[in-house]
């Protein structure tokens, strides 16, 4: 086995992993009837990226990264549409996924559009927003930052989800470096430092249980 499948398994494992770790956030939603004061934000910005590393996927002809957002699509919508059930303010939630829908159907369709005169352009462009999105994703969980220091509590984050996430970037930025696409090392990159200081959150501000949160438990998200 080469290099280069290794480091594919790993990366596609490692994003099931990651993705998985809505399942035990979902059922605390349930148990707890309401979604507390978690963000949307982390679940948007995940399926926003999916659709368009898929796309960027699709140019590439890479069945690695097309079909591996094809699960995280799938899994991380179920996701949200819990999240929306549990949400006290849903109708703003609704509101945000009703634009973000809008957005990301109108740039995929238009970079496809491009694609068919000007591929290696599309593909390019693609890439460039996926990067940004990609970062966006990685640093989504610090929207709970001011809540973390204000409270001295990471209770509104997720220990597994943060590690999870750091091990994702640290395979698929070591991927992106063997097959040498720079649209992989960037961004994954990005999110190996974002997903580090992450964890030193929890280091510095041990989590604790509070009414206004929903409970992180050993299972993820």
């Not at 993705?19 to 926003?48: D, K, M």
């Not at 703003?92 to 159907?105: D, F, H, K, M």
């Not at 999870?164 to 090392?185: K, N, P, S």
Request: aromatic share 14%; charged share 10%.
């Amino acid at each position: 086995m080469t290099t280069v499948q290794i480091l594919s398994w790993a990366s596609v494992g490692t994003n099931i992993v990651l993705y998985s770790t809505g399942i035990s956030r979902c059922r605390e939603f349930r148990e707890q009837n309401t979604t507390g004061n978690v963000s949307p934000f982390p679940f948007i910005a995940t399926i926003l990226n999916c659709i368009f590393w898929l796309a960027y996927g699709m140019l590439q002809n890479d069945a690695l990264i097309w079909e591996v957002n094809i699960v995280g699509l799938t899994m991380q919508t179920i996701y949200l549409l819990c999240f929306v059930y549990y949400a006290e303010h849903r109708n703003s939630v609704i509101r945000a996924l009703v634009v973000c829908g809008g957005c990301s159907s109108s740039i995929v369709y238009y970079t496809f559009y491009i694609s068919l005169t000007h591929p290696v352009l599309a593909a390019t462009w693609l890439g460039f927003l996926c990067n940004a999105l990609t970062i966006i994703m990685f640093a989504s969980p610090l929207s709970s930052l001011p809540e973390v220091i204000r409270t001295k509590s990471t209770a509104s984050m997720s220990i597994f989800l943060t590690l999870a996430t750091f091990i994702c970037a640290v395979a698929w930025t070591a991927y992106g470096y063997v097959v040498e696409d720079i649209f992989l090392i960037v961004p994954n990159g990005v999110g190996c430092v974002l997903g580090g200081f992450q964890c030193l959150l929890f280091c510095f501000y041990p989590g604790r249980k509070s009414s206004r949160y929903v409970e992180a438990r050993p299972a993820v998200i």
